[in-house]
């Protein structure tokens, strides 16, 4: 760290903003980022730029041509190689004090619990995968881990229309829609903060992936997951600063 010219000058700004006490809070603060795509790499570079301390990112996937035009870590000289790595490393050229764990591990409603059983301060689930999305957030209410999930950002073009709210309050979101009723079957109403968006969407099986496995493409552009991972950074952020 000491090798870094000019490192305390990194979060001198964010100093100015939530003092000194603040950036203690996020440097100590544990958080787990489920799904490095679109939306979780702008979610978790954000974090890190804000001074957070300790991240834990999960995605199974490589970085693949199609990730280009909206993930951070897509580039031309990083195809093929694990989104988690690149990612991890991409964060400690940001802040080399950084503490990061990269598992390049498929997030399943069967390994949901031994991921959450480190214990972290927030979770931020962006994942696609319906069932393990459903697994992940029953089980951080369950162990009362507060966590922020990301509905859907493909189909959409107009960020004003992204909103931050419980599940519960949530409307014109079909995907949060459909999690309200499966949560609920299992006795969760609220407790769970979605970023979501109520701009219509014509695609019809957007946000419903009813099976695991291979789906449909869905069309996305470039600024709309980049703006769904900065929502939920902001209210990771001011939740850990309380």
């Not at 050229?93 to 990269?102: A, D, M, R, T």
């Amino acid at each position: 760290m000491q090798s870094v010219p000019g490192y305390e000058q990194i979060f001198s700004r964010t100093s100015l903003l939530i003092g000194d006490a603040g950036l203690r809070r996020l440097a100590a603060a544990r958080v787990l980022i489920a799904g490095v795509g679109g939306v979780g790499s702008c979610a978790v570079e954000v974090l890190a730029r804000a001074g957070m301390g300790r991240l834990t990112l999960v995605d199974s996937d490589t970085v693949q041509v199609s990730n280009i035009n909206r993930q951070l870590h897509a580039l031309t000289t990083t195809l093929g190689q694990p989104k988690v790595r690149v990612m991890a490393e991409r964060l400690l050229q940001i802040n080399p004090g950084l503490q990061v764990v990269p598992l390049q591990e498929l997030i399943t409603p069967d390994n949901v619990s031994d991921l959450l059983e480190p214990g972290y301060d927030l979770v931020l689930d962006a994942i696609d995968s319906f069932g393990a999305k459903l697994a992940l957030l029953q089980n951080c209410v369950e162990c009362q881990i507060p966590v922020i999930s990301s509905m859907g950002a493909a189909g959409k073009l107009d960020p004003t229309r992204i909103q931050i709210a419980d599940i519960a309050d949530s409307q014109g979101c079909r995907l949060a829609r459909k999690l309200r009723k499966e949560l609920r079957r299992s006795g969760i109403s609220t407790g769970v903060t979605v970023v979501y968006s109520d701009e219509p969407c014509s695609l019809e099986c957007l946000g419903e992936p009813e099976t695991e496995g291979e789906r449909r493409p869905l069309g996305t552009i470039s600024y709309l997951p980049a703006a769904f991972g900065l929502f939920m950074a902001s209210a990771a952020i001011r939740r850990l600063l309380g």
